[in-house]
């Protein structure tokens, strides 16, 4: 049903330089496509900008300029109906439209990655002062500079998906970006995020153990201060996933559809797996990756534990891109351990929900997560999780042992290493292996993860809760 509330004619600027399925890196994406269409059935009237990267059609097409300072160059908005995601403004800049957001084809950022999203943000500027809205949304530091130039912005919020992405760049931006520059400078240079850090009404991290992090001096990548500053005005909400798409209920990638309470139709999809990935198909516990192979994730954490799967036991199949050392590494390893280590290298959607569907586990042994989309994926699956103590996985993956030693027994959903130490991850791993061969147990567990509302519902009630305290 329709809030036809405060929110009724709420009008929101929601701008992100990625977003599913019209173009996809991390999880931003997802983040930006779930939360704005949540919005959208909330009531809210969101209008979604993003840059213009080529090659996406709209239906109904009108194009409008923006008036924008010599420097942008000519900034031009699309604005119309994408078949997915809906209503869409594309923001056309000088240097934007390439082959992907940020990276070349030698998987370097484009040299000229300031300048594109500087531009990017002034142009997102204009676009809110031609036909100001009741909110402006703002997500990572790809927009954060559009607070610089605008000189009596809306109520604002930014939400933080990942403090790692500053995107520093020279002290010579502080002299265009606009008038609010100042709150820009840092350490000389000029961060995107600091400024809009400063500047917003209300700072969203997107999990709540994400804040008590990222106000540190260990996880606050150089703002922790900056963020402690802002007290109340930092928040943490939790992001959700589009249950829709991430159902194995009617999900036709699947070889056989099943939900919590149809859970012995799931093996089938398991024997798929094991197929696929050509590992053996017996009782030994089925672990899985799905990742971008990067620092952030830690999967190099978990290689010094490859010769050790025939020990615990567990096989483990990973689906992952990024890094070409490390998977170069992870083909040796495949290499030397066949029948208990599968790589596939890549990014493939279909692959993923599959591994979901199929996997007993689901490792994630991240270094720092801001919140983590996959681990929710996979249990939505009924894949358990075993995953490191660290942000939104504090929040949503409590340890199933921990829990039945407390007075909250039913609460656990995973297992987690206290620390990405070797001897930590392979205790976690341990216990979950013991866990998933208890095959009455495993059931009961799986029950529970699959059956948690892990949608955008409530995260969205949040965000708009938020929009309407800030309206008054
Ligand atoms: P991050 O954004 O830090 O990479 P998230 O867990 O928030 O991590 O989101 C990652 C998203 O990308 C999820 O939707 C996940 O399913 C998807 N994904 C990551 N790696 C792969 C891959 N190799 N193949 C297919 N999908 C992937
Ligand atoms: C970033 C973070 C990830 C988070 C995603 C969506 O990519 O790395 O943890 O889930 O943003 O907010």
């Known amino acids: 049903m329709r809030d036809i509330g405060q929110t009724a004619l709420m009008r929101v600027v929601f701008a992100t330089a990625e977003l599913s399925p019209v173009a996809t890196v991390g999880g931003l994406a997802a983040a930006a496509a779930g939360l704005s269409a949540e919005l959208r059935r909330l009531g809210v009237n969101v209008d979604l900008v993003m840059p213009d990267y080529g090659g996406i059609s709209l239906i109904d097409e009108t194009v409008t300029t923006l008036d924008v300072p010599a ?91 990942n403090l790692a992405y500053q995107g520093v760049a020279g002290p010579e931006w502080l002299d265009v970006i606009g008038p609010n520059a100042e709150h820009y400078e840092w350490w000389g240079d000029t961060n995107p995020l600091s400024g809009a850090l400063a500047l917003a009404d209300r700072i969203v991290a997107v999990s709540p153990h994400y804040v008590t992090e990222i106000t540190t001096p260990e996880g606050g990548f150089g703002l922790d201060a900056a963020l402690r500053a802002r007290g109340d005005a930092l928040v943490g909400i939790l992001n959700g996933i589009d249950t829709d798409v991430w159902n194995p209920a009617d999900n036709p990638l699947l070889v056989q559809n099943f939900d919590a309470k149809t859970l012995t139709q799931r093996p089938a999809n398991r024997t798929a797996l094991l197929e696929r990935l050509g590992l053996p198909d017996d009782d030994v516990p089925l672990a899985t990756i799905v990742t971008r192979l990067t620092h952030q994730k830690g999967v190099d954490l978990i290689t010094p534990l490859i010769p050790l799967l025939a020990d615990i036991p567990m096989r483990l199949g990973i689906l992952g891109s990024g890094d070409a050392a490390l998977a170069a590494e992870l083909h040796r390893l495949v290499a030397a351990h066949p029948e208990h280590l599968a790589f596939v290298e890549g990014y493939d959607e279909a692959l993923s929900q599959q591994m979901f569907a199929g996997g007993d586990l689901f490792l994630m042994p991240s270094r720092f997560e801001p919140c983590g989309l996959t681990q929710m994926q996979a249990m939505r699956y009924g894949a358990i999780p075993v995953v490191t103590a660290v942000g939104g996985l504090v929040d949503t993956v409590p340890d199933v042992d921990a829990a039945e030693r407390s007075d909250r027994p039913t609460a656990g959903r995973g297992f987690v290493a206290r620390s990405g130490e070797p001897t930590d991850l392979l205790a976690a791993m341990f216990r979950a292996g013991r866990r998933v061969t208890d095959r009455r147990r495993r059931a009961a567990l799986q029950k529970r993860i699959m059956t948690v509302d892990w949608s955008w519902r409530e995260p969205a009630k949040r965000y708009r809760d938020l929009y309407v305290e800030l309206q008054r």
């Open 71 to 161: 420097w942008v160059g000519a900034a031009l908005v699309r604005s119309g109906r994408h078949p997915e995601v809906g209503p869409l403004h594309l923001i056309s800049v000088p240097g934007m439209a390439r082959s992907h957001p940020y990276l070349d084809a030698d998987g370097r950022g484009w040299v000229d990655n300031d300048e594109r999203f500087f531009r990017f943000s002034r142009a997102i500027a204009a676009f809110v002062e031609a036909d100001p809205p009741d909110i402006l949304h703002l997500n990572d530091w790809h927009t954060g500079a559009a607070l610089a130039a605008l000189e009596s912005p809306p109520p604002t919020v930014v939400s933080i998906h």
